[in-house]
């Protein structure tokens, strides 16, 4: 069993020295993926990848796909704030099992003591469900021949609205829950996470980081945001860094309002872009985008772009274009991902990767 | 009306220089789209694209989209051997409309008299359709301040197979068309149509290069290849150059049988890359190629991997360990597409664009 040394200078060194050792081992044995520059490698454990113990829990909680993306890929972003991806390994969550977060996302009775929502209360006036989801990330650093755990990372999903029915194939109702509702909430349910995690034996020691999701609406078309985290090395969490996301869509609606006079900004920029590109072809093309800020300033772009296209080559020249239009008009220095997409599916991408410089552009083909 | 100078040397240059010239203007005005290394560059008119004349035939000409897609994408190889993408500005065709393809493409009657392909005969016993769709495409350069057509290349595709029902709603019966009648029907048509070009003003004294496509069958998984091509400075074809080109599935089945020592260590190295894929997750992955031959080389593969996705952390690291199985198994030198899907499409993709000589990696995302 052995685990190659986790000390990587250069991105590019590092991947040709997991090549050797993240393929062809098939022994019982602990290897990684394996990765790109910011990016953490992956445990490989007996030549398949170690996959969480609770694995597709979350996938079954959120009808909204946005959110179950925003909330893992928000979740790695955190973990990246305190285990930095050069010194740390990842390892998909190994002590919370399906049967326990089951239990524990459920609501609180006689029968199911650990459940971390309350009671139901009348049908008229029920409840509300809070806590959505959990994950579990792992981090770890090599100790001899092994893997060592040396920090956890939970993500706890508090929902913003509530939706149910008074009677059984009744009308749905909806209440929605204050941001002073999810963050109390949230709070609460972290405390009993963390009492809970810090009673198992191998967890007693070991940093513990909780951070708190505000899950969007189940029609939204963004996910929901991170909005806190706490790391600890004790059983009580004494306190939280604020973390300030917002995830919207663009172009916007014309009556909505916005008092930051960057965000006006950023959407006149991506309403020439869209205007931009709408013309290109006799058919109008469907242009939209998430944006995600943070601090108050654009840090990501998501845009998808579709249209009908009738060859090939209008394909390629249509792709050219929206690369010069995203040059043009798309702020630099964050990531930005445009897939350009008809009936039949993605048809090519044009991408600028978080701390690259450069867009880069696939046109997708067949021999 | 002003277009922009053509002499370009370094790809990057020319980008910046196309994107003050393709983009924002909208008087009545040519200009391009600008391209990335290796493209063309296409003709932009009054701010849209300048769409073919036969706009969406060959679209509905095909029945199997990777016979479109190949047809397209080979047609414009073709080009690049005659007409550099340094010098030569690409337009979709603008002398062969929808209606006089659609008439080239039916059989030859009374009342369609320029019918390509034979008169139907007895229907227990039908002629083939031997041409199944034709495209044209300009190739442009400056001339003052305006473009000015350079070249025409046009494109024939010929089945290799005919189907037909003996009487309506009846069974479906297929004939096969050797490679020789292949050649003999594409080599008529370029004729025929090399002569009724010359007839028009405008094309008189202009350079056609007519190019042979062999369409694969309707339910086959690559599509089909160019075969030869000719280039015309007068009204008869003298000569015809020999391409040979060949697309293939991977993994083959294992009955299938090569002579060729390259095509089964091909076979094998992809059957590697895949058994490394597969064993990744509990659950197993499809993974599958179309890989293209040029004169018995090797000269680009595109793979889909298929599997179910339970969290965007198990994306990521599935992403990353596959570009490092890519690294160590796929041949160098060439491109190469890796699609990764799940039941919800898209999920990420790695990809070495022709001319790379590094991989490209994007896991899509959401806000």
Redesign the interface.
């Known amino acids: 069993m052995r685990v190659k040394k986790i000390v990587l200078a250069a991105a590019l060194t590092m991947?040709a020295a997991?090549?050797l050792a993240?393929?062809?081992k098939?022994s019982s044995s602990v290897t990684t993926?394996?990765?790109?520059s910011g990016?953490?490698?992956?445990v490989?454990e007996d030549?398949?990848?170690k996959?969480?113990k609770a694995?597709?829990v979350?996938?079954a909680q959120n009808s909204n796909?946005?959110n179950?993306?925003?909330f893992?890929?928000g979740l790695?972003n955190v973990s990246k704030q305190v285990f930095s991806t050069k010194s740390y390994i990842?390892q998909?969550g190994q002590y919370l099992s399906s049967g326990t977060l089951e239990n524990w996302l459920g609501r609180k009775t006689s029968s199911n003591p650990t459940g971390l929502n309350p009671a139901k209360g009348k049908s008229s006036d029920p409840n509300p469900v809070y806590i959505q989801q959990i994950?579990e990330?792992d981090y770890m650093q090599q100790s001899g021949d092994s893997l060592k755990l040396k920090g956890i990372v939970i993500g706890i999903g508090v929902n913003s609205e509530y939706t149910y029915q008074k009677t059984t194939g009744g009308p749905n109702y909806t209440k929605d829950i204050s941001d002073a509702e999810v963050q109390k909430q949230g709070k609460l349910a972290a405390q009993k996470i963390l009492k809970r995690l810090r009673e198992r034996k191998s967890l007693k020691n070991v940093p513990i980081v909780i951070a708190l999701f505000k899950q969007a609406p189940d029609d939204s078309l963004?996910?929901g945001t991170f909005f806190a985290y706490s790391k600890n090395d004790g059983d009580t969490i004494s306190s939280w860094k604020s973390l300030n996301y917002k995830?919207v869509v663009l172009p916007k609606a014309s009556d909505a309002t916005s008092n930051e006079a960057s965000d006006q900004s950023d959407n006149s920029n991506f309403t020439n872009f869209k205007t931009?590109i709408q013309?290109?072809?006799?058919n109008l093309s469907g242009v939209t985008a998430?944006?995600?800020y943070q601090n108050n300033s654009l840090s990501?772009m998501?845009i998808t772009v579709t249209t009908q296209f009738?060859?090939?080559?209008?394909i390629?020249?249509?792709t050219?274009?929206i690369?010069?239009?995203a040059?043009?008009y798309l702020p630099s220095g964050i990531p930005i991902?445009i897939?350009i997409e008809s009936s039949?599916?993605?048809q090519a991408?044009v991408?600028r990767?978080s701390g690259s410089s450069s867009y880069?552009?696939?046109v997708?083909?067949?021999?």
């Open positions: 991947v997991v090549t993240g393929c062809g098939k993926t394996g990765s790109t990016n953490y490698q992956g490989i030549g398949r990848y996959t969480s694995r597709g979350n996938t796909v946005n179950l993306k925003a893992e890929a790695t990842f998909e994950e990330q963004v996910g995830a931009q013309s290109f072809f006799p998430q944006a995600e990501g998501n009738y060859s090939q080559t209008e390629q020249s249509f050219e274009y690369l010069q239009a040059k043009k991902e897939k039949n599916g993605i991408v991408f990767n880069q552009v696939h997708f083909g067949a021999y």
